[in-house]
DNA sequence: TGCTCTGCTG
């Protein structure tokens, strides 16, 4: 029986204003809160402000649907200044800057209020996360005029937005006219000259802080962290008297940035409460560093604890699946993304899921997901040609990129990247070629060595082999192994013994531990029927003592 | 009379 029945049963007799504010505070739902509203309507309290004001931050802590805290609000006759910066903090946290001060203004014609010191630290902190300089400027001069300058509240969010507005010499100036700060008031200050990109000077003030609690030591370890000094980051972690949840996530997610998931893991191992933050920055750290099947592993080892994946977590999953490239294991993690509440429109779950379906060989799915995406950007374009391309459906990838040009997106060298390769490996030696020819006249992007080793494959295989030589000579990038064993299988292909020699010396040069470069010229010889060098070629293997790593596939 | 505001993590 739910806490509200035993209460409707004596529906008869109104519930005490006392009552009702208890009922209130062990709300945990938008949904219980429902239920509580129509005792406050049979008690005749709709126009209580104390409980109105009481049920609307309620509300906007548990949704973020303006609707009904404004219907509730517009019902009182005259809203006090409790009720008015409860409204204006809700539009802040979960509207736009416009609607936020629209409210505002309302508040400010409104009969016998004026804002006070409480009504303006949300709508700066708005300000400062849409960096809307212009109107927090505004506000600071209302806050002047209103005499609220002196708080400590409107003080630290000033500080916040001019140093996330990178105008540093303002936010300066309202710290140093403070008549009181707190640990906030600092922090702000030193997370402002962090991200102004001064650390000696945010350190200066760390260091002359008479009182320092955990989220200062937090702020000061991520700028280290966001400098790549992960020196300083852990210097001051293991110095600091006390830490928690978000302390040992900054940390993790450097070590994961740099790509040391073995100290990350070992602190992950230590925090005794993980949140999902946590989870996230280790699942993702070792899904971007390679890992995929740790990642998997920690997302089946998080199923066991308290924490609920999140869409971070699963785009993670989603990533780490389509390395693998395991179509069992993207089947199930589809079926439950479409089972679940995430909002699959959203571009980067929509592109994950593309990535994932196009990676492990469900092309039709990939193809159905990436029709139904709202809008398509680079990103998810370059997905489905990736797809393609690895499923040898180089025609399509190349009628997709005409397509991704014909509704106005610009290629980057990425995109370039992947439409290269899907020609190289589909044989499409004219278009290749086309694209390479576009990429630097028309896009003005320099070949990198990925573009020129795909324009080598292209060539070599058209039999221009002395070409693509020439290029691998004169490109101005150094050529990385990739273009020189690419070339070597043009010569295989087309039977050329002398060029077949000289590519393979250099490509053993690079590479003298893999075995693919010795049993590529091996093949030419044999080709050639030069069978003494056949088998002097698997002599040298065998003398080396390398193995040829059998090719192996996930799908 | 009570209730409303600021800084650090994926």
């Known amino acids: 029986m739910s806490l509200f029945c035993r209460y409707s049963c004596t529906f008869s007799r109104p519930l005490s204003s006392a009552s009702i504010l208890s009922l209130l505070r062990r709300c945990k739902t938008i949904r219980s809160l429902e239920q509580v509203h129509p005792h406050i309507i049979h008690k005749g309290c709709e126009q209580d402000a104390f409980l109105i004001t009481e049920f609307i931050s309620l509300c906007i802590a548990f949704s973020s649907n303006l609707s009904y805290p404004t219907s509730l609000f517009e019902r009182i006759t005259q809203p006090n200044i409790y009720l008015w910066n409860t409204l204006v903090k809700g539009y802040c946290r979960h509207s736009s800057l416009t609607n936020s001060f629209w409210v505002f203004?309302?508040?400010?014609v409104a009969l016998d209020v004026t804002p006070d010191k409480y009504t303006f630290p949300p709508l700066i902190k708005n300000c400062a996360n849409s960096l809307a300089l212009r109107e927090g400027r505004v506000l600071h001069g209302l806050i002047l005029r209103c005499g609220t300058d002196c708080d400590?509240?409107?003080?630290?969010?000033?500080?916040?937005?001019?140093?996330?507005?990178?105008?540093?010499q303002c936010a300066r100036q309202v710290f140093d006219g403070m008549p009181v700060r707190n640990e906030v008031s600092w922090t702000a200050m030193i997370v402002g000259y962090l991200n102004y990109g001064d650390p000696a000077e945010a350190k200066n003030l760390f260091d002359g802080m008479a009182k320092r609690n955990v989220a200062s030591w937090n702020a000061m370890i991520s700028g280290f962290v966001k400098l790549g000094n992960l020196k300083s980051a852990r210097h001051l972690f293991d110095e600091m008297p006390e830490r928690n949840a978000v302390s040992y996530t900054t940390m993790i997610?450097?070590?994961?940035?740099?790509?040391?998931?073995?100290?990350?893991?070992m602190l992950f191992e230590q925090l005794v409460e993980k949140d999902i933050i946590s989870w996230s920055a280790l699942i993702s750290g070792?899904?971007?560093?390679?890992?995929?099947?740790?990642?998997?592993?920690?997302?089946?080892?998080?199923?066991?604890s308290s924490v609920k994946p999140d869409e971070f977590i699963m785009v993670s999953l989603m990533s780490a699946c389509s390395q693998l490239g395991c179509l069992e294991l993207a089947k199930t993690i589809d079926s439950n993304m479409h089972g679940s509440s995430f909002d699959l429109r959203r571009v980067h779950i929509a592109?994950?899921?593309?990535?994932?379906?196009?990676?492990?060989?469900?092309?039709?799915?990939?193809?159905?997901?990436?029709?139904?995406?709202p809008t398509r950007d680079i990103v998810s374009y370059c997905s489905m040609m990736q797809g393609l391309s690895i499923h040898g459906r180089g025609l399509q990838a190349v009628a997709l990129f005409d397509r991704m040009l014909k509704e106005g997106l610009v290629p980057d060298?990425?995109?370039f990247t992947v439409i290269l390769t899907a020609c190289s490996h589909a044989g499409l030696v004219e278009e290749g070629c086309r694209y390479f020819d576009s990429m630097v006249n028309e896009y003005s992007l320099e070949p990198s060595p990925e573009h020129y080793a795909c324009l080598v494959d292209l060539l070599g295989r058209s039999g221009k082999l002395k070409t693509a030589y020439e290029l691998l000579n004169s490109m101005p990038v150094k050529p990385h192994a990739g273009a020189w064993g690419a070339l070597l299988g043009a010569c295989k292909l087309h039977c050329d013994l002398e060029l077949g020699e000289e590519v393979a010396r250099r490509l053993i040069e690079l590479e003298p531990l893999n075995a693919c470069n010795y049993v590529l010229l091996s093949d030419i010889y044999?080709?050639?029927?030069?069978?003494?060098?056949?088998?002097?070629?698997?002599?040298?293997?065998?003398?080396?003592?390398?193995?040829?790593?059998?090719?192996?596939?996930?799908?």
């Open 105 to 108: 203004s309302r508040m400010k």
């Open 253 to 265: 997610d450097g070590y994961a940035k740099a790509g040391d998931m073995e100290s990350a893991r």
């Open 152 to 168: 400590v509240f409107v003080g630290s969010s000033l500080i916040d937005f001019y140093g996330k507005c990178k105008e540093i």
């Open 286 to 304: 070792y899904a971007q560093n390679g890992q995929p099947t740790e990642a998997i592993q920690m997302f089946y080892r998080m199923q066991f």
């Open 351 to 373: 592109a994950a899921l593309v990535d994932m379906n196009a990676k492990c060989g469900n092309m039709d799915r990939a193809s159905t997901l990436f029709e139904e995406m």
């Open 526 to 555: 044999a080709a050639a029927n030069k069978w003494l060098d056949v088998s002097l070629m698997r002599l040298q293997i065998r003398e080396r003592g390398l193995r040829k790593v059998p090719g192996r596939s996930w799908v």
């Open 413 to 415: 060298s990425i995109a």
